[in-house]
T-cell receptor, first 114, second 115 residues
Framework: DTAVSQTPKYLVTQMGNDKSIKCEQNLGHDTMYWYKQDSKKFLKIMFS???????INETVPNRFSPKSPDKAHLNLHINSLELGDSAVYFC?????????????FGPGTRLLVL | AQSVTQLGSHVSVSEGALVLLRCNYSSSVPPYLFWYVQYPNQGLQLLLK??????LVKGINGFEAEFKKSETSFHLTKPSAHMSDAAEYFCAVSPSYSSASKIIFGSGTRLSIRP
């Protein structure tokens, strides 16, 4: 009965590879997010989708491409991985996209690029 | 534009002591304010939030925070710390009056509890 789930939990890969992270929520929420948390715990939003439509697209290299096949899923594909991409990536969801909404976070995907 | 400053990257208190984690915000419009907690190797979960109703907000696990507009602060307190409170705490702000708001997180404060 996990609310927001992510796969994989850990990802170790070589520079230059392409990888995907999947996220699913079973809360019936309309809005989903991707965050990056660096080694100093700083958390920054990357993307947000509302009803499968991209509504927030921060200054992120275009090697990162989100895809939302339906309201319950938001995947993140990363091309040509670089050392600086090593971080923890969190998916989150909220009922709506307004500023007062509580966000529900997944457990994170720990990406290590060698 | 919005920003959040958390004073103190690490706070250590004794079990049973008062917990005070400081947060100051900057916002060009009335803000919504949040405290989230992150336990080791887990995602964030909401402790409490201020959405322009009561200025004293009570959250889970005995935590509360007071919105003080004159001081642009939203400090988090708990009267008596438990060992289970050891975690990373994030203050966050998002603007009201927007249908596609993004939440801005502070840099986090690691709370340690001494036996």
């Amino acid at each position: 009965d996990t609310a927001v789930s992510q796969t994989p939990k850990y990802l170790v890969t070589q520079m230059g590879n392409d990888k995907s992270i999947k996220c699913e929520q079973n809360l019936g929420h309309d809005t989903m997010y991707w965050y990056k948390q660096d080694s100093k715990k700083f958390l920054k939003i990357m993307f947000s989708y509302n009803n499968k439509e991209l509504i927030i697209n921060e200054t992120v290299p275009n090697r990162f491409s989100p895809k939302s096949p339906d309201k319950a899923h938001l995947n993140l594909h990363i091309n040509s991985l670089e050392l600086g991409d090593s971080a923890v990536y969190f998916c989150a969801s909220s009922l709506g996209s307004g500023g007062q909404e509580t966000q529900y976070f997944g457990p994170g995907t720990r990406l290590l690029v060698l | 534009a919005q920003s959040v400053t958390q004073l103190g990257s690490h706070v250590s208190v004794s079990e049973g002591a008062l917990v005070l984690l400081r947060c100051n915000y900057s916002s060009s419009v009335p803000p919504y304010l949040f405290w989230y907690v992150q336990y080791p190797n887990q995602g964030l979960q909401l402790l409490l939030k201020y959405t322009s109703a009561a200025t004293l907000v009570k959250g889970i696990n005995g935590f509360e925070a007071e919105f003080k507009k004159s001081e642009t602060s939203f400090h988090l307190t708990k009267p008596s710390a438990h060992m289970s409170d050891a975690a990373e705490y994030f203050c966050a702000v998002s603007p009201s009056y927007s249908s596609a708001s993004k939440i801005i997180f502070g840099s986090g404060t690691r709370l340690s509890i001494r036996p």
